[in-house]
């Protein structure tokens, strides 16, 4: 299913290495099919293999690595119209994509909202100046027409170009939750304008009884993925803490493999995902990427090759 009005997705890309992930191409794959463009925006870099080849709506834009996402989602902003547009979406790649994006965007036309995303929070940093903190988490957050309206005045009072230029990195990555993650929800909300979360993370925690979870998608990962989230955050393969390690929880390859997208390259993705990270990810041997491509096969009922 495609957003049926003119629509954009500007996808955010952050890589040292001079390449592009398999699941950051898999995931532009599935939103160049659900939006009528995609922007692919990424910080400059010299790249050692060929770039993919993705659909003829997706453009490449390549900027300076300022701001965060915020900088990145601004500079792509100032080259549209964006009155042109019924929705624009500000997506990232701090997730991995393992499945279609149907039913989300299914869900979404249904709703009666000016701005959607795929997960809300309530969680309040010591930092935050703001007295009521709910946001939809923006690693994916999609605007309609009423929100894109506001992003220009929004960009103004916050002086985006002032925050990007920050150079103290704390700073810089506490501003941008404040006044970007936290700040843009609460701004269209107090202009008026309704969201809409495709998890609700209160009905979620009282389902599951998580009880003070600070963030569903780390923590709680399993449990969203088994009730239908179609994301992975990136956090849980390189970046948990050896508490959270310790937690018994399903291996996030196993998960994968069992609610993958069916007609998807889900082993060359896990394969690739394994070996990413200069050491920030288990090395896996060649005899246990096979029992991944084998364990993948037999979740498939296919043959192995």
């Known amino acids: ?76 902003f100032k080259t549209i119209n964006h009155i042109d547009y019924k929705h624009i979406a500000c997506i990232n790649d701090s997730n991995i994509l393992f499945k279609s994006l149907t039913s989300v965007i299914s869900w979404s036309a249904k709703q009666k909202c000016d701005f959607w995303g795929l997960i809300d929070s309530y969680e309040k940093p010591w930092f935050s100046t703001h007295e009521n903190t709910y ?81 569903l998608t780390i923590r709680f990962f399993p449990q969203l993925i088994k009730s239908g989230y179609p994301l992975l955050k990136k956090k849980v393969i390189f970046g948990r803490t050896w508490k959270e390690k310790l937690r018994f929880q399903p291996s996030w390859e196993s998960l994968l493999i069992k609610f993958g997208q069916n007609d998807w390259e889900i082993s060359s993705m896990i394969e690739d995902l394994v070996r990413i990270g200069n050491g920030s990810v288990k090395k896996y041997n060649n005899s246990t990427l096979e029992w991944i491509r084998a364990a993948y096969q037999s979740m498939r009922g296919e043959k192995a090759a």
């Open 1 to 76: 299913m495609i957003l049926t009005e003119k629509s954009l997705c500007v996808f955010i890309h952050f890589e040292k290495t001079g390449y592009i992930p398999r699941y950051v191409e898999m995931y532009v794959n599935e939103l160049s099919i659900h939006f009528t463009e995609v922007i692919f925006v990424q910080n400059k870099r010299e790249f050692h293999t060929n770039l993919p080849d993705f659909k003829k709506n997706v453009s490449l834009h390549f900027v300076a690595n300022e701001g965060y996402d915020l900088g990145m989602f601004y500079k792509v």
């Open 135 to 215: 946001h939809l988490q923006s690693h994916f957050v999609v605007f309609n027409e009423k929100a894109i309206a506001l992003l220009p005045e929004f960009f103004e009072k916050i002086n985006v170009d002032s925050i990007i230029s920050e150079k103290d990195i704390k700073q810089l990555r506490r501003t941008v939750i404040n006044e970007w993650e936290i700040g843009l929800t609460q701004y269209l909300i107090l202009n008026g304008l309704k969201p809409a979360s495709y998890v609700c993370s209160k009905s979620f925690s009282k389902e599951y009884s998580t009880g003070k979870a600070k963030n």
